[in-house]
């Protein structure tokens, strides 16, 4: 591994890598091809060894852990301090980081320090004819890509969008190399710190950023059976979305449409209802881990697509399971007596 790497700065999310590094990780392989660089990983943390072994799984070729236990918790002082020793050691030939709160909160201090390119909201980074890096991104609110070219060899850092390639299964690769660095660092210096971090609200959770979806298309058949999706999104602690006729319809709201002119997500679990499977709806949601389709209709192209695939009508289908997720909600209560009337109500209004 004598030539410069592709490097990538991994983030976590609660412990686990998020799906957006997981996308750079794959993005950086992809930019690899035959050429003779490799993929270099920063995971910047405490314990997190045991992550090595998924980054590999999707592509990266050496995994360095910056371990103390200040960066258990975001700082962008923090992260500077440990992480620019590290990634002027690395040498790279370009950096790849999630376009997240986390990188554009330190990635621009770094950009200023080193006079180098940073290129933001990127929905593709390219080498092209012998190293001229070049940047695809959104602009003008989405509706416009803009394309962006640097002169050969010039150090650039892509932000990456999440959620605009989605993350592949991962595939048997030999173990990356591990290396550990623990800086000195005194948290007492750093201007900024996390004190805790809060999962997102499903509600109101960006598509592209939710971990679990449920989708609605037009054999919802109206507002009404939308409304009970919404329910059985809540049960499940998932996101509602759904296809772009249904949002035309106002069956949901304009940024809740799933599909290649829509929003394009990749959660670990999405559950399609009434979706028959064109082909832009397909296309913004082939990053998702599994799928799971409901449908009358057993032609269905999504059927076909789906992890699972079950051939029924959604408005029997969905009563059950609300009925079921409230029947295990209710079995895993503690054992006890009956609240008074004033506990209730101060347990629901704090949910």
Not at 9 to 37: F, M, P
Not at 186 to 200: C, E, N, S
Not at 240 to 269: C, E, M, N, Q, Y
Not at 288 to 309: C, F, H, Q, W
């Amino acid at each position: 591994m004598m030539s410069k790497p592709i490097l990538v700065i991994a983030e976590t999310d609660h412990g686990e890598l998020s799906q957006a590094t997981l996308e750079c990780v794959e993005e950086a392989r992809d930019l690899i091809g035959e050429d003779d660089g490799y993929v270099h990983v920063i995971l910047p943390g405490f314990r997190l060894r045991a992550l090595a072994t998924e980054l590999a799984a999707h592509g990266a070729d050496r995994v360095t852990i910056v371990e103390h236990r200040a960066l258990a918790q975001f700082s962008a002082d923090g992260w500077l301090a440990a992480l620019e020793p590290v990634l002027r050691a690395a040498n790279p030939k370009l950096i790849i980081a999630p376009d997240t709160g986390y990188a554009r909160a330190w990635l621009p201090r770094l950009s200023l320090r080193w006079r180098m390119p940073l290129a933001t909201n990127c929905s593709r980074a390219r080498l092209i004819e012998d190293g001229y890096p070049e940047a695809y991104r959104f602009v003008h609110n989405g509706r416009m890509h803009e394309r962006l070219i640097w002169p050969r060899g010039t150090l650039v850092a892509f932000m990456l969008t999440p959620g605009v390639r989605g993350v592949s299964p991962p595939r048997k690769r030999e173990p990356a190399t591990l290396d550990t660095v623990r800086p000195t660092l005194d948290p007492a210096t750093f201007r900024d710190r996390t004190l805790r971090t809060l999962p997102p609200d499903p509600r109101t959770v960006d598509l592209t950023d939710a971990v679990r979806i449920v989708s609605g298309g037009l054999g919802v058949g109206g507002p009404e059976a939308m409304a009970q999706l919404q329910q059985l999104a809540e049960a499940l602690g998932a996101t509602l979305g759904g296809t772009r006729v249904a949002a035309d319809r106002g069956w949901l709201p304009a940024d809740r449409f799933i599909g290649s002119t829509g929003k394009v997500v990749a959660p670990k679990l999405y559950l399609a209802f009434g979706v028959s499977g064109a082909g832009q709806h397909v296309a913004g949601i082939v990053g998702s881990e599994v799928i799971v389709a409901v449908n009358i209709d057993r032609t269905s192209p999504l059927l076909k697509l789906a992890d699972l695939g079950v051939v029924g009508d959604l408005h029997e289908i969905v009563p059950i399971l609300l009925s079921k997720l409230k029947e295990l909600a209710a079995n895993r209560r503690p054992a006890g007596p009956a609240p008074s009337e004033p506990a209730r109500l101060a347990r629901v209004s704090g949910a």
